[in-house]
């Protein structure tokens, strides 16, 4: 694993009008900075800046020989402040209703600042990684030569606002919160099809409880022994407030005074970000630029697709990531 370095921004003004001191964590991979194409990739809801090697989160997705391979490119994650990767108490964020995906958005800019860093060859992410990287799009238009979300979209929708308040109302009453918020999630992550798939209404042996009570139990008290409050309200807060500063004519104003190639990655059976939606922004946008491009993941297992079907995503990625690359 890398080392994680960290940046301190004083004085940072958040949406709110707040004014805060942050401390941004990230850890880079690959080439020193200015020896290759630059890669950002902005971890998902309960990841953090170590993406690849043994215990990396995405490490089927970055690391050598992968598609976003450490020997051709310099790879930069940020950890979203408060996320409790670095474990130090002081950095976590109790007023997390003050921040939006634009604030992480710019202060990640900051970081690429302080790094000197200016253009970079790609953004990628997924879920709320994927929806920072287009407001990362949104605030330097010019600056992102390839923009990949994945399982994502530029705006959050009714449905993804409604759980988040579901979400919030669990974590803040509930005597085990982060576990009990960990059950409802994990139902909207994946599909009834990817359930049955997997458990098929079986029983645990001798005993009354089900497997897919088990295994849902499991995740819940997995993520509370390893995830702070405070992160879990941070990150689920972030999720509704996608896209909030603006609307499709914001939208449609950024692709005309853009160059950057736009890869939409979507699931087909996605409850969070649906793929009719992601449809939805391509037609919009294809409509203006040619510099755009649509592919859906055929997976029975819905947004978590993005973390079980790496094949397929890789293939997709191969397709994006290669092709620029040697161009």
Request: net charge neutral.
């Amino acid at each position: 694993m890398k080392t994680v370095q960290n940046i301190t921004i004083s004085n940072f003004l958040l949406q709110s009008g707040e004014v805060c001191r942050i401390n941004l964590s990230f850890q880079t991979f690959g080439l020193p900075i200015g020896m290759a194409p630059i890669v950002i990739v902005n971890h998902a809801l309960t990841g953090n800046s170590n993406v690849a090697g043994e215990n990396g989160w995405w490490k089927e997705v970055v690391g050598e020989n992968k598609v976003i391979d450490p020997q051709k490119f310099t790879i930069i994650a940020f950890n979203i402040p408060g996320n409790g990767y670095d474990e130090i108490p002081e950095n976590l964020i109790e007023n997390y209703k003050s921040f939006t995906t634009k604030d992480i958005a710019s202060l990640f800019w900051k970081g690429l600042e302080y790094l000197k860093i200016e253009q970079l060859f790609a953004v990628i992410g997924g879920s709320l990684g994927g929806a920072i990287a287009w407001e990362m799009a949104f605030i330097k238009p010019k600056s992102i030569q390839n923009l990949i979300p994945i399982a994502t979209n530029w705006k959050a929708n009714d449905w993804l606002i409604g759980n988040v308040l579901v979400q919030d109302a669990i974590l803040n009453h509930s005597i085990n919160p982060i576990h009990d918020a960990r059950l409802h999630a994990m139902l909207l992550y994946r599909t009834p099809e990817s359930l049955t798939a997997k458990f098929n209404s079986e029983k645990n042996g001798n005993q009354d409880s089900y497997k897919v009570e088990s295994w849902l139990l499991h995740h819940g008290e997995k993520l509370a022994g390893r995830f702070q409050l405070s992160a879990y309200k941070l990150m689920n807060h972030l999720l509704k407030t996608i896209g909030e500063s603006y609307s499709e004519k914001d939208l449609q104003n950024f692709i005309l005074s853009s160059n950057t190639k736009i890869h939409q990655i979507a699931i087909n059976s996605d409850y969070f970000f649906a793929p009719n939606e992601n449809i939805k922004t391509h037609n919009l946008l294809s409509n203006l630029t040619k510099n755009i491009t649509y592919h859906e993941i055929n997976s029975i297992h819905g947004h978590d697709a993005f973390l079980i079907e790496y094949e397929r995503l890789n293939y997709i990625l191969k397709t994006i990531i290669n092709a620029k690359h040697t161009t």
